[in-house]
């Protein structure tokens, strides 16, 4: 019998929909139909969407950003709880098996309301565990629990922290290219000339920008070029590090990757301060306050790091997810852990 899964997907910034499009093809191997519903940002700035067939946007709600900070005033007056209310409300999820959200609030609410089975997945869910976190933030810690509420939650994590999280779920890497003298750089909370004055000068290295720009530009030895999902990974597999705000899904692929790791998180971003957290007790990531470059100067130092190779998560995860008598989160994720293997860890760094 097929099984009806409606998929609701946060869509602000691009890890949530990445993590939805790693576990999308294990998924479709199994016998349903999926809707996708996307919320948290205009229509017209979702790229290569193809996969999703005919999804629907609605506004949802989002968080506000400008270089690099959260505006709590902006977010407050852009976000209409009326209309949030009312498609959570007018949301028919009658006709679907199961409802699936990663952060997106309007399905979970909806199905918390008609009593609709929902499995939250998402990273937020990681941190109703015992995680490394970062201090304070009481009413980030609030907010990530009532925003996209559920009973069964799965969260996702670097490392198990000897707690019930899933590895990270990340697509495939590509075969790894040997050194390039290229750093990617993807900072989609900055302003573009914030950056190019952050790169410029560093002679003999070529940074790829990825930025929410028309067309590809060239400004001497740093490229800006519009969001692309096939360029990205292209660049992401060529490249000799990665630049970033600290956004759980790129960095778990540098881990993948074996790509040496400088972030910069979003201020007041407590998910992204917390990620900064666990890649610091890692030894896997150089973390900057701002765009700072003498940092950058002496990361570019830095050498290479190994891979890390994490298990199949999607496919074990979509068994998990179609099996009616599926089991508990904890056996999921100890088998998961169970199948893990580091080739990347610095030495007595790895959290067993």
Partial sequence: MTLKILYGVQGTGNGHIARTRALLPALKNKDVEIDFVFSGRSEEDFFDMQEYGNYRVFRGLTLIYKRGRLEIIKTVLTNNLFTFIGDVISLNT?????????FEPITAWSTRLKGKPCVALSRQCAFDYDIPKAQGYWGSKLIMKIFAPAKTKIGFHYD??????????????AKVHEPSGKILVYMGFEAVEDIVSFLSGFTGISFEVFAKVDKRQERGNITINPLSVDRFHQQLAACDGVISNAGFELSSECL???????????????????????????????AMDSLDR?????????PAERPIIFPAVADALASWIVNPDRGDVETLAKTLWGEYQSLAINDGSHIA
């Fill in 160 to 173: 198990h922290f000897n707690q019930p999280v899933l590895p990270p779920l990340v697509s495939a890497a």
């Fill in 294 to 302: 003498k940092v950058l100067k002496e990361w570019l130092k830095q």
């Fill in 256 to 286: 993948v990757y074996g790509k040496k790791l400088l972030v910069k998180p979003l201020l007041g971003q407590y998910e992204q301060l917390c990620n900064v957290v666990a890649l610091e007790m890692m030894g896997r990531a150089t």
């Fill in 94 to 102: 009658a006709n679907y098996d199961l409802v699936i959200s990663d």
